[in-house]
Nanobody, 126 residues
Framework: QVQLVESGGGLVQAGGSLRLSCATS????????MGWFRQAPGKEREFVAA????????YYADSVKGRFTISRDNAKNTLFLQMNSLKPDDTAAYYC???????????????????WGQGTQVTVSS
């Protein structure tokens, strides 16, 4: 059974930092693109960041570029999202996702991904 389990969310003041982790099990995703999305109450799920495996190329939403960093440790089957200079607008549930296909590219829509975690809440106070 494939599982993606996020952790590291919490309450932080504006300007602070958090590091999210996504531990995977049930299969390896070392050959697959993975990503982070977020969803605030009443809003649609939105793309945050993505990473390919073949060259570790990364892609970011404009709203987080320069503040967030996505990375992966294939040996540990874990995806990370380092979030710095957090803003109240970053408050949301954060989800990691993985693709079944090994095709590399820029994948920024939820429908591009086949596996999802249950989410971890990030709350940024002003």
């Amino acid at each position: 059974q494939v599982q993606l389990v996020e952790s590291g969310g919490g309450l932080v003041q504006a300007g602070g930092s958090l590091r999210l982790s996504c531990a995977t099990s049930g299969r390896t995703f070392k050959d697959n693109a993975m990503g982070w999305f977020r969803q605030a109450p009443g809003k649609e799920r939105e793309f945050v960041a993505a990473i390919n495996w073949i060259d570790s190329s990364t892609y970011y939403a404009d709203s987080v570029k320069g503040r967030f960093t996505i990375s992966r440790d294939n040996a540990k089957n874990t995806l990370f999202l380092q979030m710095n200079s957090l803003k109240p607008d970053d408050t949301a549930a954060y989800y990691c996702a993985a693709r079944r296909s090994t095709i590399q590219g820029v994948f920024t829509l939820p429908q591009h991904y086949d596996y999802w975690g249950q989410g971890t809440q990030v709350t940024v106070s002003s």
